[in-house]
């Protein structure tokens, strides 16, 4: 076909041959013939084999014009487009279909004036239109067809469909008409389009429009090009990707290895139905599991999703253990595991009482404060117990990172939910008995703070829908038990600390604990170490000796680790075959645990000059402290020793102030003070030590010293000084008067401002101590100091016999009628 589609540009037939006047014609439905064209055409209208026939019985000439609708069967004379080109039919064959095929050569275009007739062909009046001759070759002109031609090659670099020889013949041509002609029939343009161009007669505005046409189609050729690519390179991909799976597939099938990854999918899918998460995180569990349907099994993320889901499923979200509710019951099961505690279990079975007649109650957040081993923690577990319910704990202490309370989003890598979610997940239950420790160790830094998280853990108002980062879906937290902790109240953020209720665990005394271990740290142990009563026995006695020598502390696992390492000895003899009955007493306690480590402090110390007991308070409780001031030849330095912070030697300085500034009433010569160095030391050195309220001890102490009088004994005091000699309150009295009892202290000299204190006080103290409040250092000294020259085993030493002289008379009457003052004032009460 290609020869006969091709022209020949040396052809110049248009010279020879004269077309007439009156010609027929043969529409064409799909194609416009240009001149110096050959192309066959396949015939089969009556009309158009007509005027063929007419054509071939004269000239071979016959007029080819294109009709405006393809479609149309029947077209008349407004249906045909009126220029057209004359054409000679080189060749005709008559088709076995009854249709004709024909060769034509266009000749010349011409343009229809009248028409003749239309049955039983066509004919038509025309005249010829003249093309003038070549154009005057421009600069433009030149630059135009090169162009065009340019654009031709583009186009099949783009792969466009043309035929080589077009190509070499279009190299050649360097009349602009033809040229545009040849590209217009060969390009594949729209009829439209190419009878727009066949009616330009304008050679050079021909070439232009086609040249127009042609950056249209190369801009589309592109885009269509790039589209494929794009295409083309994801197939790829996906290709081989199938390709791989499909192929890791059958080997694994050849292995005899099951396909494990729809296996986990749907392990996923039944264990996300089994979770009956609610109605919010359902559809995030599912998201999350069909993303991971289409990831590939061992990418990073498809693991993150992997262990996301996990925790999902793992979450209790309705899995719950029914309360119970019998109050004797419960009541019965706080007095097993602890002893006394009047007041907390009180309060456990009011919480338990009100849940019992409402079921829906926003549960009060209980705070323990108390040192430790007072049985905080054990009470927290105890309580689960009686309620039915898990018990969880998670300690606070040196948690600064918001995070740690409530997670780290997952884009962040190894990100894991909170402590609060991991200790709900810990626990199986959405209700468990959940307590965080040490609340009062929580830090805060430039990573957020922690201590506003937990407020959102605790506040019953939004705590239905807490949001960890992690898991990002709400939980509720509203049916948990929040218990907290705290060794003190007071570094506890005050936001936090109003959301709890406060219930105080000061610590025990000496006979608290004897009955304690008795009852319940012994038997446990015991029994722990796999002995029974019968082979060991500690009578009362030999337990306190434990207590007392070997302990010290206001709670109790110091006493718990004691009677384990006892129970241990005795249970290796009985291992290495001494089978027989041990009886521990205070003869033969030290066989078992060695040496004494405390010797009571009271007992310790004589009545003496110089050593004033004071009462401290520290993280484990209460404790007491000794001062010891002693006075040498020098020049009236004052040494402070013992690890004393910055307050307590600015105290101690403050104390010495004092003192000189009531040299006269307490008849110290001035001199002596420029005479001596004082030396002020606190013994247990090792123990850093701070803080104003040893600041009356400290004066008390130096007072002795300049004046040689004695300190009564079974007295301890704490308060802190002013210059003037005002005594300012303190912190801590319910701890540091527990202390003060277990040393078997008598007396306490408190600060007036602490007496509203004195009525929390545990009974206990209450009974046992004598509480003498006081508001200036001179009353103290009334108190502590016993008069000049009493008090001593042997007073034979010169300077009593002189400081005799310098105390007024009148300083034990004052002090029996503030005595009596206290002494009332107490009783009133
Ligand atoms: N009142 C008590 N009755 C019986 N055992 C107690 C009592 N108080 C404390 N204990 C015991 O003392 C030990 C230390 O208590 P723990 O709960 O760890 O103290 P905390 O949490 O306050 O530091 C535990 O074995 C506990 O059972
Ligand atoms: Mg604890």
Same mark, same amino acid.
């Given at each position: 076909m290609s020869d006969e589609q091709t022209i020949d540009p040396k052809e110049e037939k248009e010279e020879e041959i004269t077309i007439p006047e009156e010609i027929p014609l043969l529409p064409v439905r799909d194609v416009v013939v240009f001149p110096f064209m050959i192309l066959p055409l396949f015939v089969g209208r009556e009309v158009s084999i007509r005027a063929i026939d007419e054509a071939l019985?004269?000239?071979?000439?016959?007029?080819?014009?294109?009709?405006?609708?393809?479609?149309?069967?029947?077209?008349?004379?407004?249906?045909?487009?009126?220029i057209g080109t004359v054409a000679t039919i080189m060749r005709m064959l008559k088709l076995p279909d009854g249709r004709i095929k024909i060769l034509v050569q266009g000749l010349a275009k011409a343009r229809i004036s009248r028409f003749l007739s239309s049955r039983p062909f066509f004919k038509v009046a025309i005249e010829k239109i003249q093309e003038g001759g070549l154009p005057e070759v421009t600069v433009e002109v030149e630059a135009l067809i090169r162009n065009v031609k340019e654009q031709l090659e583009n186009m099949v670099s783009l792969g466009k469909m043309i035929l080589p020889d077009i190509l070499i013949i279009a190299e050649n041509i360097d009349d602009p008409g033809r040229l545009a002609d040849l590209i217009t029939s060969n390009i594949g343009l729209k009829v439209d389009q190419a009878q727009e161009i066949l009616e330009l007669t304008d050679s050079v505005e021909r070439l232009q429009k086609v040249n127009e046409y042609l950056s249209k189609e190369i801009e589309l050729l592109s885009v269509q090009q790039k589209i494929q690519a794009e295409a083309k390179g994801e197939m790829d991909k996906i290709q081989r990707e199938y390709f791989l799976r499909e192929q890791l597939k059958a080997i694994q099938k050849e292995l005899g290895e099951v396909d494990e990854r729809a296996e986990e999918i749907n392990e996923l899918r039944s264990k996300i139905e089994k979770a009956k998460m609610p109605a919010k995180v359902l559809p995030e569990a599912e998201k999350q599991l069909r993303r991971l349907e289409k990831m590939h099994p061992d990418s990073a993320e498809a693991s993150t999703v992997r262990t996301y889901l996990e925790w999902l499923i793992d979450m209790p979200w309705s899995k719950t253990t029914r309360d119970v509710l019998d109050i004797p019951k419960a009541r019965s099961i706080l007095d097993e595991d602890h002893y006394d505690l009047e007041k907390v279990k009180d309060r456990i079975l009011e919480y338990l009482s009100v849940r019992k007649l409402k079921k829906k109650m926003k549960g009060p957040i209980l705070c323990f404060v108390g040192p430790p081993g007072v049985g905080k923690t054990s009470l927290g577990r105890s309580i689960a117990r009686a309620l039915g319910r898990k018990f969880v704990r998670i300690s606070l202490g040196g948690v600064r990172d918001e995070a740690e309370i409530r997670g780290h989003r997952r884009t962040y890598v190894g990100a894991l939910p909170g402590r609060v979610i991991q200790g709900i997940k810990q626990a199986g239950t959405h209700n468990p008995v959940f307590m965080m420790d040490e609340i009062d160790k929580l830090g805060s830094d430039f990573r957020g703070d922690p201590s506003s998280a937990l407020l959102e853990v605790l506040d019953p108002e939004q705590n239905n829908s807490f949001s960890d980062h992690y898991l990002n879906v709400p939980f509720d937290l509203s049916n948990v038990m929040f218990i907290t902790t705290a060794n003190l109240l007071d570094p506890i953020p005050s936001a936090l600390r109003d959301r709890m209720e406060v219930l105080y665990l000061p610590g025990y005394t000496h006979e608290e604990k004897l009955k304690i271990a008795r009852q319940y740290l012994l038997p446990r142990q015991l029994e722990e170490h796999g002995i029974t009563e019968k082979i060991l026995s500690i009578p009362d006695p030999a337990i306190l000796d434990l207590i007392t020598h070997y302990t010290q502390e206001a709670g109790l696992r110091n006493v718990e680790r004691e009677i384990a390492r006892l129970c241990r000895k005795v249970a290796r003899q009985v291992a290495e075959? #001494? *089978?027989?009955?041990?009886?521990?007493?205070?003869?033969?306690?030290?066989?078992?645990?060695?040496?004494?480590?405390?010797?009571?402090?009271?007992e310790l110390e004589d009545n003496q000059v110089g050593v004033a007991t004071g009462l401290a308070w520290t993280q484990s409780g209460g404790d007491l402290i000794?001062?010891?001031?002693?006075k040498m030849k020098g020049k009236g330095g004052l040494v402070l020793t013992g690890q004393l912070g910055d307050v307590m030697k600015e105290s101690a300085q403050a104390a010495m102030s004092f003192i000189r500034s009531r040299s006269h009433k307490l008849g110290i010569k001035e001199s002596t003070f420029a005479?001596?160095?004082?030396?002020?030391?606190?013994?247990?050195?090792?123990?850093? #030590? *701070?803080g104003p309220s040893a600041g009356i001890t400290m004066a008390t102490a130096l007072a002795s010293v300049f004046t040689d009088r004695i300190i009564k004994k079974s007295l301890a005091m704490?308060?802190?000084v002013t210059l003037r000699g005002r005594v300012l309150p303190i912190g801590g009295l319910r701890e540091k008067s527990m202390a003060a009892l277990r040393a078997g202290i008598r007396q306490v000299i408190i600060p007036?401002?602490?007496?509203?204190?004195?009525?929390?006080?545990?009974?206990?103290?209450?009974?046992?101590l004598e509480f003498i409040p006081v508001e200036r250092m001179d009353e103290v000294l009334d108190i502590a100091l016993l008069p000049a020259g009493k008090g001593r085993k042997k007073s034979t030493s010169r300077k009593t016999a002189v400081r005799k002289k310098a105390v007024p008379a009148k300083k034990g009457a004052k002090k029996k009628a503030v005595r009596k003052k206290t002494v009332k004032k107490r009783s009133g009460k």
């Open positions: 019985s004269h000239d071979r000439l016959i007029l080819l014009s294109t009709q405006k609708k393809v479609d149309d069967e029947e077209p008349t004379q407004e249906d045909i487009h009126s075959g #001494k *089978d027989r009955k041990y009886l521990v007493t205070t003869n033969n306690l030290h066989k078992f645990l060695g040496p004494p480590k405390f010797l009571p402090e009271v000794f001062i010891e001031a002693t005479q001596n160095d004082i030396h002020v030391h606190v013994p247990a050195g090792a123990i850093p #030590k *701070d704490t308060g802190e007036k401002k602490n007496e509203k204190d004195l009525l929390e006080l545990p009974p206990k103290v209450k009974k046992n």
